[in-house]
Each structure stands twice: as C-alpha cells, then as structure tokens.
C-alpha cells in the first residue's frame, strides 16, 4: 500500500522559497511516476510539476515553470518540490500522488494518480 505523506508547508512573504517533501511511510514511490498538485481555497484541484521513475524526465504546469523544480531521491524514497519567487496566488494545499500505472503526462496533468497524501498547507503572505 502505498501512502503519502507531505511535509515543509508554512507561511512565507512573496518573493521566498519554500521546499515541500512527500515520503512514502507504506512501499518505496521507486517505479512510480510522482507529482504535486494543489487546490487553492474556492478553487479547483490543479497540476503543479511531475517526474518520472525513467530518467527522472519532468513536467510543469505553465504558471510554475521557471520558478518550481520537482525532484527525486529514490535511496530516501521521496520526492520534492523546491518553489522559488513564491507569489500569493501560490496559496494552496499542495498535494503529493503516485501514478502506478504508467499514465501519459496528459492524463497525469489532469489529475489520473493513483494515491494521494492528505496535503500540505502553503501559504505565500503580499
């Protein structure tokens, strides 16, 4: 079973940093695509960045990319989101989740993973 769980959310002034972590406390997330998404308050669930188990090839939703950087440590079995010029409209619970069965980028980016964590509060202050 695998299960997901976040860390590193916070408070943080627009223009910082902030690194998320996801570890997987049931299987290793080794040979599984991983990703991150969010949901801002009032808004939908959206894509934020993923990675793949070959090659560690990545993907980003246009409005992170430049600024956010998806990473993996497949020794530790975790995964990282490093999110730099943070603006407040980065304010979501951002969320990790495994994709097991080997989806397009397509069918990632519109939300088709397999296991989820319960989330991990960003919140990026004006």
């Known amino acids: 079973q695998v299960q997901l769980v976040e860390s590193g959310g916070g408070l943080v002034q627009a223009g910082g940093s902030l690194r998320l972590s996801c570890a997987d406390s049931?299987?290793?997330?080794?040979?599984?695509?991983m990703g991150w998404f969010r949901q801002a308050p009032g808004k939908e669930r959206e894509f934020v960045a993923a990675i793949s188990w070959t090659w560690n090839n990545t993907y980003y939703a246009d409005s992170v990319k430049g600024r956010f950087t998806i990473s993996r440590d497949n020794a530790k079995n975790t995964v990282s989101l490093v999110m730099n010029s943070l603006k407040p409209e980065d304010t979501a619970v951002y969320y990790c989740?495994?994709?097991?069965?080997?989806?397009?980028?397509?069918?990632?980016?519109?939300?088709?993973?397999?296991?989820w964590g319960k989330g991990a509060l960003v919140t990026v202050s004006s």
């Open positions: 989740a495994a994709d097991v069965h080997g989806r397009s980028w397509g069918a990632i980016a519109n939300g088709g993973m397999d296991y």
């Open positions: 049931g299987r290793t997330v080794s040979g599984y695509a």
